[in-house]
């Protein structure tokens, strides 16, 4: 079955960086877009970032542009979301994203505090 697993959460100054990974199984990895979504306290879960089956395109939201850089590993079925001068608003429980066969599937979260 479907399983991803987020990690690389934690405590961090603004200004700040971190890297999340995370790891895929149960499917083709390769074949298959991967995202990135986040939801703050009190707030509505969002798309952060998306990135194509082959890496060649990806996708950010506006408020995270310049900052954050997705990217994956094929080899080691692996999407990564590298996040540079956070900022307090960025603290949110980060969650990877996977559609396949119609069905949204989603890892447990991993949650990143943005605070001095």
């Known amino acids: 079955q479907v399983q991803l697993v987020e990690s690389g959460g934690g405590l961090v100054q603004p200004g700040g960086s971190l890297r999340l990974s995370c790891a895929a199984s149960g499917f083709t990895f390769s074949s298959y877009v991967m995202s990135w979504y986040r939801q703050g306290p009190g707030k509505e879960r969002e798309l952060v970032a998306a990135i194509s089956a082959t890496g060649g395109l990806t996708n950010y939201a506006d408020s995270v542009k310049g900052r954050f850089t997705i990217s994956r590993d094929n080899a080691k079925n692996t999407v990564y979301l590298q996040m540079n001068s956070l900022k307090p608003e960025d603290t949110a429980i980060y969650y990877c994203?996977?559609?396949?066969?119609?069905?949204?599937?989603w890892g447990q979260g991993t949650q990143v505090t943005v605070s001095s």
């Open positions: 994203k996977t559609r396949k066969d119609f069905r949204d599937y």
